[in-house]
């Protein structure tokens, strides 16, 4: 079963522009969700964890229970910012991480 | 970059031959875990172990097979049954519970 849905697979915005990467999840119980993000030739690595409630460079991701939600924002975003972004899903059972297909964000001049 | 480290960064091999992939970290974490990254698909986790000695299958653990003999390394064999191995593979640690996952390089296999 589908446990972190990223409906987007592909993402253009303009500088400046507000950005919002959609991250949708199924989980039972009390999950713990991440934004990864994957810059050209770099590892994969921890942007942001729900539960840390920190902005980290300029996004947010707030965990909507209601809606089984997290999605990831930016009010103003950078050229910097073009990257893949996997949302993801850590249950408290078995240790085990469930990621998202990725949207990969490009960031227009 | 240092903590967690995978080699070799490409590797080429026929149909048929078995392939191990390496995965070293000294972050002293307990928990370890091979993906595989296609194009569209995102991660897809393969094997993970929550301690020496002990592992478990993940979502696509069929044509692989993994060993944690150590703490501090997690190969990878893809045998021959994996029926399309040629992907990207990464390796990932963490200190357990649910936590910050830090991944490897990552390992290209290219099966021919």
């Known amino acids: 079963a589908q446990r972190v849905t990223q409906p987007e697979k592909l993402l253009s915005v303009f500088k400046g522009a507000p950005v919002e990467l959609k991250c949708n999840y199924s989980y039972s119980g009390s999950p713990e969700l991440f934004w990864y993000v994957q810059y050209s030739r770099q590892r994969l690595q921890l942007l942001l964890r729900h539960i840390s409630r920190e902005s980290i460079k300029g996004f947010t991701a707030d965990l909507n229970k209601g809606e089984t939600s997290f999605h990831l924002k930016k009010p103003f975003a950078q050229e910097e910012d073009s990257a893949m972004y996997y949302c993801?899903?850590?249950?408290?059972?078995?240790?085990?991480?469930?990621f998202g297909t990725g949207t990969s964000l490009t960031v227009i001049p | 970059d240092g903590g967690i480290t995978q080699s070799p960064k490409y590797l080429f091999r026929k149909e048929g031959q078995n392939v191990t992939l390496s995965c070293e970290q000294n972050?002293?974490?307990?928990?370890m875990y091979w993906y595989r990254q296609d194009p569209g698909q995102g991660l897809r986790l393969i094997y993970y172990?929550?301690?020496?000695?002990?592992?478990q299958k993940g979502d696509i653990a069929e044509g692989y097979s993994v060993s944690r003999e150590k703490k501090e390394s997690f190969p990878l064999t893809v045998t021959s049954a994996q029926k399309n191995p040629t992907a990207f593979y990464l390796c990932?640690?963490?200190?357990?519970?649910?936590?910050?996952?830090?991944f490897g390089p990552g390992t290209r296999l290219t099966v021919t």
């Open positions: 993801a899903l850590s249950g408290h059972t078995g240790n085990q991480f469930y």
């Open positions: 172990s929550q301690i020496v000695n002990d592992f």
């Open positions: 990932a640690s963490s200190s357990g519970q649910g936590g910050e996952q830090y």
């Open positions: 972050l002293n974490h307990d928990a």
